[in-house]
């Protein structure tokens, strides 16, 4: 990463009749459309040759950290490698040309990928069936808990209009069940960071039509009472949702469906290891118990008595959360990272990302709060530095971290600490770089002791240091024109 | 162990005694015993790349490229090659989401550029960082509506909507509780009479409509936008995003929200995904606005500088009650789709919209020449998309006989209604082949 910063925009590099672009000639007799339809303004594009356009992107990208860069030990995020062969892959000049609509007899591969990996998580979710369509972890839980919302609508239960979500949980699963157009019941977290069974049961009743959960937690630790929640909430005839957020860590040990969950989703671009892309595009498949497959939505993958495949779309199904397929070129790069590891090391991922994370908790716990005992999953969280006298906080520390060439954890959430600083290693980093990490951890606690200034001006060696946020909620300037 | 996985044996044992653990079935001593999976997955057992490589090739073999002339909502346009070999830089690829700005100028950057360049692109003032696609989207600008409205539960949608979009907003609508209606069609465009008896009802908090719409006709909104306001109600349209460079634009049509699918500015077909939807609003609107928002600010040196900004509308900081659940944005096709109009630039853009929209006129007036079919609505302008009605062939027949040359020739709508979009993609060549086909289909 360049330390400089690059800064300059690609409308700053326009030049009048410059061109990046090439067309074939035009061989047509020009049509116009009517006036009143046509577009009057003109187009603030900038006007670049190709040279430029490559070094003002690639000048650009070396004031970014990804995965590639170096150690992001980003909590809940499950920051893995992201193997090359999966991206050459989803660029296959035949398959990256298919058109969703021509004829299926053009696309059976296309449709056997899909199928496969359908196949595949349904055998590692523990589920009877999945469906690949939805965009992103989000979706994904959007669409199952209309699932559950269509599933319900099918047995008339129109009373069951909330649903149970932990005070712990990630603030999508609120804002999805929202949308979904359910109230939100809160239920209380125990000190060791666990669902209060006892609170969780006296919200139970007829009006409840899910509970929403993520196992382990977002505290990385496993919710031990999962079987006697699960049939408590099968008793009032509620459904239990998986997010499938913190799935990592269960690779090869325990399946949602074997912990009593109906409904889940996968997020690809975690568990599966597809780029985050800076913020997308995910994936985010969900998948269903028997029983429940009829509600998935359209349009279906199915294959057929004679081995080939088809789209179908189904009365009976929750509707359509995607036009297509969802995000194929995405779902492509899991499959071939679900061959790549095969049975055996899928089998190995989750104990040694729970490993990873052990290693460092154990490590540092003499310097940072750790608010609760016990082995962790995947990730765990530090409630900040416990030396508190230094007044150096999770921030600071998060920020130090980027001068040392570390992305910072995961900080100020999960929301039941007041200094979260949530910790998720992933299986693919090395020992080596897990005691670099460690030891920069240790440094930039004994500089809060002996330096506490150098660690709250932090960071010193970014391309750029302490932004003001304030201002930039305060007057927005969105858009280019709005710096003119 | 595998190539991904770094831990040698003696890593395992030394980091477990680290962890004062036995194995690493002690770290899951937790789990209850009955919920363990006892056997491995049923799986195929690890491939080598190569045997992976094999394994792709074979799916490769199963699907067949075709000259495209199918449309209804996915365009087949002329990808750049700088495109791929930027937005393949793992600096930009494998970055997560730009939550630490001091280390992810590159992405805060470009995301600033492509709302600039979408701002500009609809004519509105503000655009957010990008959605999954044009129908969530949609479906967004819906829930939008209804949250600016408050008590207000009625939204309209044009019967000349793509359907898999209408879908998709009629799912958001049944769950949410948004009391969705369908604005009839006549004569392939948007009932103008019966949109405002629709009005006058009251209760409309949003009326969203398609440009070009599902048959490629590009519709007259004149009025619309003040009928909308006179009632309180927003003004959405969704438009294809290329041919907004040539078509009047939801700021000319005077739209509150513009949203749609950005996969036509060059974007593979990739069978349906990824893409990119966009959503830009008015100023007014900002703070109702869902999804991710780039701002520019200064650093404590004075630098100008890109954040993440008006972050107390999102769902991690407002739970329940933010705008919407999107945790995410299209990050690298934002970036897609910035630099191709960096490239394209308005003149290439422009040339893009002559060359489809030409095309397709070519392309309408010889089919209808051959006598086999004619425009169904031939009194309405269109751009780069039409509707043919079948007269002596089917849309079945027609769509066997391409295909036998290599060609998609269209969507069928009915067995005598069939969609034909046109690009840059497709040569005058390719065009004439299509004709003799129909041609010869006509005379046997």
Not at chain 2, 70 to 92: C, K, Q, T, W
């Amino acid at each position: 990463m360049n330390r400089e910063l690059y800064g300059s925009l690609i409308f700053e590099h326009s030049c009048k009749g410059r061109r990046g672009f090439s067309l074939p000639r035009n061989p047509y007799k020009h049509v116009e459309l009517p006036e009143k339809l046509r577009r009057s303004q003109p187009l603030d594009l900038p006007e670049v040759d190709e040279p430029t356009v490559v070094r003002h992107y690639t000048n650009s990208s070396n004031n970014n950290f990804g995965v590639d860069t170096g150690f992001y030990p980003l909590g809940s995020c499950t920051m893995k490698y992201n193997p090359k062969i999966n991206d050459e892959m989803a660029a296959d000049p035949v398959i990256s040309r298919l058109h969703p609509l021509q004829p299926v007899s053009t696309t059976q591969g296309a449709l056997e990928i899909y199928y496969t990996l359908q196949q595949a998580l349904s055998e590692i979710g523990g589920m009877a069936e999945f469906t690949l369509n939805p965009f992103a972890g989000a979706h994904g839980e959007l669409t199952g808990l209309m699932t559950i919302h269509a599933y319900h609508d099918s047995r008339s239960d129109w009373a069951r209009t909330k649903v149970i979500v932990p005070d712990s949980a990630h603030g999508t699963n609120p804002a999805s069940a929202a949308v979904c157009g359910y109230k939100i019941v809160e239920v209380k977290s125990l000190p060791d960071g666990t669902v209060d069974v006892d609170d969780l049961k006296s919200k139970l009743g007829p009006d409840i039509a899910a509970v929403m959960m993520t196992n382990p937690n977002t505290v990385g630790m496993f919710e031990k009472h999962i079987p006697e929640i699960a049939e408590a909430v099968h008793a009032c005839g509620a459904l239990m949702y998986y997010d499938g957020a913190n799935l990592n860590p269960m690779l090869g040990v325990c399946r949602p469906g074997d912990m009593g969950f109906d409904v889940m989703h996968i997020n690809l671009h975690k568990t599966f290891s597809t780029p985050h892309g800076g913020g997308g595009p995910g994936s985010g498949p969900i998948g269903v118990r028997k029983g429940l497959e009829q509600f998935l939505p359209n349009p279906r993958v199915v294959k057929l008595a004679d081995g080939t495949f088809d789209v179908v779309c189904e009365d009976s199904a929750l509707g359509r959360v995607s036009q297509w397929l969802g995000n194929f070129a995405v779902e492509i790069r899991a499959l071939s990272y679900i061959m790549s590891l095969g049975s055996e090391n899928l089998m190995m991922v989750g104990k040694l990302a729970t490993l990873n994370a052990n290693y460092i908790m154990q490590a540092l716990r003499d310097l940072y709060l750790l608010p609760i005992e016990g082995p962790c999953k995947h990730e765990f969280v530090f409630d900040g530095l416990k030396d508190k006298s230094t007044g150096v906080t999770t921030l600071n520390v998060a920020k130090r971290l980027l001068d040392f060439g570390f992305h910072a954890p995961t900080i100020y959430f999960p929301l039941l600490f007041h200094e979260s600083l949530m910790i998720e290693p992933t299986e693919t980093e090395t020992r080596e770089t897990l005691d670099r990490f460690i030891a920069v951890m240790r440094q930039i606690a004994g500089e809060a002791a002996s330096d506490p200034e150098l660690v709250k001006s932090a960071p010193h060696l970014t391309p750029i240091s302490h932004p003001d946020d304030t201002e930039a909620a305060l007057h927005p300037l969105p858009t280019y024109r709005s710096l003119l | 162990m595998h190539r991904y996985l770094p831990h040698t044996e003696q890593d395992i044992a030394q980091m477990l005694e680290a962890c004062q653990a036995k194995s690493l079935d002690d770290l899951y001593s937790d789990v209850p015993e009955q919920l363990k999976l006892k056997r491995p997955y049923q799986l195929p057992a690890e491939m080598s790349e190569k045997e992976v490589r094999d394994f792709f090739a074979a799916m490769r073999a199963k699907c067949t490229q075709l000259v495209c002339f199918g449309g209804a909502g996915y365009y087949d346009h002329y990808a750049p090659a700088v495109i791929n070999a930027l937005i393949s830089r793992s600096e930009f690829l494998t970055a997560y989401t730009p939550y630490q700005p001091e280390i992810s100028q590159g992405t805060l950057q470009y995301i600033f550029e492509y709302q600039s360049m979408m701002t500009s692109l609809t004519g509105l003032d503000v655009s957010n960082a990008s959605m999954y696609d044009g129908a969530t989207a949609t479906a967004e600008a819906m829930l939008m509506c209804v949250a600016a409205a408050r008590k207000k539960n009625r939204v309209l949608i044009s019967a000349t909507m793509n359907p898999a979009v209408a879908d998709v907003v009629r799912t958001y609508a049944r769950y949410h509780g948004v009391a969705l209606e369908v604005i009839p069609e006549k004569n392939g465009v948007t009932s103008r009479a019966e949109f405002e008896e629709m009005m006058q009802a009251g209760d409309v908090a949003g009326v969203i409509v398609p440009a070009p719409n599902f048959f490629g006709i590009v519709e007259d909104y004149t009025g619309w936008a003040d009928l909308c306001h006179k009632y309180k109600a927003l003004f959405v349209m969704n438009c294809q995003a290329s041919a907004l460079a040539a078509i009047k634009t939801p700021g000319e049509w005077g739209a509150d929200i513009a949203v749609g699918d950005a996969q036509s500015l060059g974007m593979p077909l990739n069978y349906g995904g990824p893409y990119l939807g966009y959503m830009c609003c008015t100023n007014a609107l900002i703070r109702k606005m869902p999804g991710r928002i780039v701002g520019a600010t200064k650093d404590k040196d004075g630098k100008r500088v890109f954040v993440l900004t008006l972050q107390a509308r999102e769902q991690h900081i407002r739970r329940e009650k933010a705008t919407s659940n999107i945790c995410s944005n299209q990050g690298l096709m934002a970036l897609y789709v910035t630099i191709y109009m960096s490239l394209m630039g308005p003149e290439g853009l422009k040339q893009v919209n002559e060359l489809s929209a030409d095309g397709a006129h070519y392309m309408a007036h010889h089919l209808t020449e051959t006598g086999a079919m004619h425009l169904l609505h031939p009194h309405e302008p269109y751009h780069n998309e039409f509707l043919m009605k079948l007269e002596k062939v089917t849309a079945d027949q027609v769509l066997a006989a391409t295909l036998a040359e290599g060609i998609f020739g269209g969507v069928k709508l009915a067995d005598d209604l069939l969609l034909i979009a046109v690009t840059e993609m497709q040569s005058k060549a390719d065009i004439d082949r299509y004709i003799d086909i129909i041609r010869k289909l006509t005379t046997e």
